[in-house]
């Protein structure tokens, strides 16, 4: 069994920063991408930002230059830097880990989500 436990969320004024993390623990052999969705009230759950084991970033073309994801390969976390945060990146952000379990099972787990609420 895996678990992911997120943390960070909040409200912040539109213009200001916040930081998610996600740790995973559990039957975990390897994990390849690592990523954050996220969900607003009424629409489909996106990818914000994605990054895998070698390092490789990619962003949805709305948080470029504004988020910046990175990831910590000995504790199996994820981070989101959220800077410069507007109104309309108000959400649910969920992460997001694919990889193998110890056998060998594909493995594709999500977090238990953390709300995102930026105020005008």
């Known amino acids: 069994q895996v678990q992911l436990v997120e943390s960070g969320g909040g409200l912040v004024q539109a213009g200001g920063s916040l930081r998610l993390s996600c740790a995973a623990s559990g039957s975990i052999r390897s994990i390849n991408d690592m990523g954050w969705y996220r969900q607003a009230p009424g629409k489909e759950r996106e990818l914000v930002a994605g990054?895998?084991?070698?390092?490789?970033?990619n962003y949805v073309d709305s948080v470029k230059g504004r988020f910046t994801i990175s990831r910590d390969n000995a504790k199996n976390t994820v981070y989101l830097q959220m800077n410069s945060l507007k109104p309309e990146d108000t959400a649910v952000y969920y992460c997001?880990?694919?990889?193998?379990?110890?056998?060998?099972?594909?493995?594709?787990?999500w977090g238990q989500g953390t709300l995102v609420t930026v105020s005008s």
């Open positions: 997001n880990l694919k990889g193998r379990t110890y056998y060998f099972q594909p493995l594709n787990a």
């Open positions: 990054i895998t084991n070698g390092g490789g970033t």
